[in-house]
């Protein structure tokens, strides 16, 4: 018999117990617990988070809000950005992440928004563009390396768009390594530390910076994803989660 297939919005009362998908089994780590304080922040703003669930495991989940806070580098007022969606492991080619994304679409609709609009990558660490065009979004907007801007219209609102000044974003942080990190993903404790770990090792200059806004993401992060960078000597390195090991070697090639 098949898994009851259950969608669940997380929220200040039940957070402790369903978590936010990501590190649920590492609740004392310091990236779940910064996390943690992030979203009970965010939900005023109204952050939505839906999680998946096939009987007792949780194999997806939605992570949105409206644009005016959402944390991207995106100017998206009157319209839904969605952080993230992902679907894992056996929970793959269900059609969940299809009843993710129509929820969102729904609470959009509901709450007189313009529409949906998603960042994604043709790289890693953020969705690629393909469920969403199957469910009628459209290319609005594209950014180096690898990143497109998408969108669901609901009407003749303008669409959102991207900074488009990531070159001279890059150049205010100068010579060294610069790390941009936020709270809104719980991997990126881990991801800081290795890159300030190997910034020490390689003797280059780094510093931290901390974005605690949305305001802040979408004024100086170097790439439209927002909530997290490595910057060296004015180029972007990664906007993603890098090992020690490899962002050694891009210090010192």
């Not at 939900?43 to 096939?54: N, Q, T």
């Not at 959009?108 to 928004?113: T, W």
């Not at 949906?116 to 065009?133: E, Q, T």
């Not at 931290?208 to 390195?237: H, K, M, N, T, W």
């Amino acid at each position: 018999m098949a898994a009851q297939v259950e969608i669940v919005t997380v929220d200040a009362a039940n957070v402790g117990q369903r978590g936010f998908f990501c590190y649920k089994s590492k609740p004392k780590a310091v990236g779940y617990r910064r996390k943690l304080d992030w979203l009970h922040k965010r939900l005023a703003e109204g952050l939505v988070i839906k999680i998946v669930s096939e009987g007792a495991r949780s194999v997806g989940f939605i992570e949105y809000m409206p644009g005016e806070y959402a944390w991207r580098a995106v100017h998206a007022p009157n319209y839904m950005v969605i952080h993230c969606l992902w679907v894992v492991g056996q929970g793959k080619g269900k059609g969940h992440g299809s009843r993710l994304l129509e929820a969102c679409v729904e609470d959009a609709r509901q709450a007189g928004l313009a529409g949906v609009a998603m960042l994604a990558s043709r790289g890693n660490w953020l969705a690629g563009s393909k469920l969403f065009l199957q469910h009628g979004f459209e290319r609005v907007g594209q950014a180096s390396p690898v990143f497109e801007l998408l969108v669901k219209r609901f009407g003749a609102a303008p669409p959102p768009t991207l900074p488009g000044d990531e070159d001279e974003r890059l150049r205010r942080y100068g010579a060294g390594l610069t790390v941009l990190r936020s709270d809104q993903c719980p991997y990126l404790e881990d991801a800081v530390a290795n890159a300030v770990e190997a910034g020490h090792e390689a003797g280059v200059e780094t510093q931290v910076v901390e974005l605690q806004s949305a305001r802040q993401v979408r004024e100086l992060s170097p790439s439209p994803y927002g909530v997290f960078g490595i910057v060296y000597d004015g180029r972007l390195l990664s906007y993603h989660y890098l090992g020690k090991k490899e962002l050694l070697q891009l210090l010192t090639a």
